[in-house]
């Protein structure tokens, strides 16, 4: 504050001595004072708030953040780097003076989680499956955001009626997985039925040729099996004619060819192999000419922040509650985004642990699988 003033009152006294030397009019002169005078009062005024919000704030000796190591370590520590001071920002204005903010990455995903139960970790961001495996000693806080699509139904004939998709600027919690029909004779029918509004039945889907990923790939394996599970009360398994596939274009182009009748990937896939289906695949007619979708899956939730259930600082819940504004708030700037872009978030929205059902039901479904196959 004292800087404040002295900044001020030379402001004023630098005013003054132009009027002395006659350089302008007094009233531009008089203007320029106001102005100096109006900032330095607003600079003192910031400073005031910001030493007060200091006097007032709860201390924190250290807040423990995770990653998991999805990309290279080394690349990730560099790209968070700026993210300390953010939090420490944020929270300050929020009402806790956190004295150092200690961010590393797990030498896995299930080390964060680990963490997290044990309580040596207070915050982690992990994904929807690793949160479920560790719910009972950590609490899902934030859900992280990602561009959405322009259809977004649980009827595969509306995906039919209103594609092709595209992007959009609302951000959502959760992107889904798509059973696609190609332009196969066995895939046209199957798609026939479907767009004129007839159910499908085991027999329609066993006569296929499906092309899948690898049984842990959420989008090309899981959820659609999931999806068959509760429709049609059968495993993926079951299926008589199952392709896995070491790539989603090495099933674009199998679908092309007609090697296989029905492929399941993710939502905004096709909008991937647009050019592809024409120019590699040598297809005649556009991707969206030539496929239909005929199952849509329950939405697959995005990564999430999660907290410690019983670390010290977490189990405060005032500060609980801070942290998800400070890092909702971190993902509104753009220097936020930034940073947060090493993991192709766009930004946080408020989680509930009901949001992670399906991820349950997948990750129980996935245990049968593999008990089955031994």
């Not at 100096?36 to 704030?57: I, K, Q, R």
């Not at 963490?115 to 992280?144: C, R």
């Not at 009901?354 to 699988?369: C, G, H, P, T, V």
Request: with cysteine; aromatic share 8%; proline share 3%.
């Amino acid at each position: 504050m004292r800087k404040s003033i002295s900044v001020l009152l030379s402001a004023v006294m630098a005013a003054a001595a132009l009027v002395g030397c006659g350089s302008g009019s007094t009233a531009t002169t008089a203007a320029a004072t106001t102005a100096a005078a109006s900032e330095t009062s607003a600079a003192a005024g910031e400073s005031a708030e910001t030493t007060a919000a200091s006097a007032d704030a709860k201390d924190v000796d250290v807040l423990n953040v995770a990653f998991v190591p999805s990309r290279e370590p080394e690349e990730i520590v560099t790209a968070t780097e700026p993210l300390k001071e953010m939090i420490k920002k944020e929270m300050l204005t929020l009402g806790y003076n956190i004295k150092d903010v200690n961010i590393t990455v797990g030498t896995s995903f299930e080390a964060v989680g680990e963490g997290l139960a044990a309580g040596t970790i207070d915050v982690g961001f992990i994904p929807g499956n690793t949160y479920i495996l560790y719910d009972d000693d950590a609490e899902v806080l934030l859900t992280a955001t990602r561009d959405g699509l322009s259809i977004d139904s649980d009827s595969a004939k509306d995906w039919n009626d209103q594609k092709p998709t595209a992007p959009t600027e609302n951000q959502v919690t959760f992107y889904r997985a798509l059973i696609v029909a190609g332009p196969s004779d066995a895939g046209k029918a199957v798609a026939d039925k479907v767009n004129n509004g007839e159910e499908l039945t085991w027999e329609d889907l066993d006569g296929l040729n499906w092309g899948v990923m690898g049984p842990t790939s959420p989008a090309g394996y899981v959820y659609p099996a999931l999806w068959i599970q509760k429709n049609f009360g059968k495993n993926i398994t079951d299926l008589a004619h199952v392709v896995e596939c070491d790539s989603y274009g090495t099933a674009f182009a199998r679908l092309a060819q007609g090697q296989i009748d029905v492929l399941c990937t993710y939502a905004d896939a096709r909008r991937d192999y647009v050019e592809k289906w024409n120019k590699e695949y040598s297809m005649q007619n556009s991707i969206w000419d030539d496929t239909n979708v005929i199952g849509v899956t329950e939405g697959i939730y995005n990564d999430t922040i999660s907290g410690s259930k019983v670390s010290a600082v977490m189990m405060d819940e005032d500060f609980k509650a801070a942290f998800k504004q400070a890092m909702i708030n971190i993902g509104n700037t753009e220097e936020g985004k930034e940073v947060i872009n090493i993991y192709s978030h766009k930004g946080y929205v408020e989680a509930q642990d009901s949001d992670y059902d399906s991820a349950r039901d997948a990750q129980n479904l996935i245990k049968e699988l593999r008990l089955g196959q031994n």
